[in-house]
């Protein structure tokens, strides 16, 4: 039995790139043991495996099994969408959600926001002459985190007292651009100053994201916190929405989750849906408070097929419309990757092996004639820059092989180890520091 099944963190990142779940699946068929894997959200993997037979498809290979309603009596909450268009310029929380958490608190309900940012703002910048807080091993900018007057890389950990002025320039007048938790928990603190509990002491507010918890025991402290009712206002990252049983929130905002639908990461729309329902199954656990438990969604696009199916609680809807989306792209779960990954003190150096992997792999497999198919069955593309290129001093590059058929992909795969094997050795790139495959890699 795989619970979540959906959730990312079964597949490794780390050493061997294996996923916990695939790995239950193939443990099962080898001893002829039933798999249940289960999720309120299914990955669209599972989901599209498990789909039914029809005139011209016959069908996935596992069996849906439906389990129509909420363990427990509570109801679904109501998903209320404030469409940020028509709020004032720079709103971060707009005045009829502020209302909302307010009119809680005085009941002596609990209200959770999430933002999927930590830290105080994502980037520091100097208006005069430009300078950004980049991190100098990393393409990445190092977060502000005000709490401590830290920058941080949140990639290579390098931490630095935040400069008086801007180190370029001299300007002292450097400003955070972009909003994160801490400074999201400042704001609510403003907004909110006046609001009371029900026993007429002030509101409690406090965050629970990667910073606030990093030390032993933080995390249980604070949601032994939540539960005992001393908090009124969580503010958190979406650590905060996984798996916890908060009996007396009644709601759940998304301050801002537009970025995920307008992501270069293809899978981010799913695991925003994900987070979403899992987060909104958070208000409302109680039976006797499920009937006012509400779920806030702040968009610039409440239209949004994926709001739509949500305010539904209509995981097939958003499941039709996103497969929809990844079969006209040629996207898994329709088509099958892998990504093989060099890291190199140079970026040329690292595409270089890349690319001398692909020219004698395909020299191979075109000179024998049992192998040349999988040449028109698996597409590799040239090697290019990872997303994040550089990360302490390492630049990475990356390769996609892209198949509809998964055994032709793991036949390459096979050939492309032995041939990474003979190529890594030569002398020519022996500035490689390491190579590996990442097979349905959870981002591109
Ligand atoms: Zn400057
Ligand atoms: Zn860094």
Known sequence: MVDEEHDPSYKQQEGARYSARDLAVYRGRLQNAPVLLASATPSLESWHLSRPATEDDPGGRYQRLLMPSRIGTGLLPKVRRVDMNKQPRRTVLSAPLVVAIQERVERGEQCMLLLNRRGYAPVLHCADCGWKSECKHCSAFRVFHKIDRTLRCHHCGLTERVPRACPECGNADIAPIGRGTEQLEEHLGELLAHVLRPDGTPVRIARIDADSTRLKGALESQLAQVHSGELDVLVGTQMIAKGHDFRRITLVAAVNPD?????????????????????????????????????????????????????????????????????????????????????????????????????????????DPDDADLVLQVSVYPAVPMSMQRVADVERAQMLLESPNRMALQKMLWHLHSVLHQVRSLPEHKGVIRWLVDVDPQAI
């Open 259 to 367: 970025t995920a639908l307008f992501s270069s990461d293809f899978r981010a729309p799913e695991r925003l849906f994900a987070l979403l329902m899992q987060a909104a199954g958070r208000a409302g656990r109680d039976a006797a408070q499920s009937a006012t438990s509400e779920m806030w969604v702040q968009t610039f696009h409440p239209t949004h097929a994926l709001f739509e199916a949500l305010k539904k609680h209509d995981y097939p809807a958003f499941a039709a419309s996103e497969l929809a989306e990844r079969t006209a792209a040629d996207l898994p779960p329709i088509s099958h990757q892998a990504l093989l990954r060099a890291d190199a003190r140079t970026q040329a150096a690292a595409q270089a092996l890349l690319n001398a992997a692909r020219e004698t792999l395909e020299a191979q497999l075109s000179a």
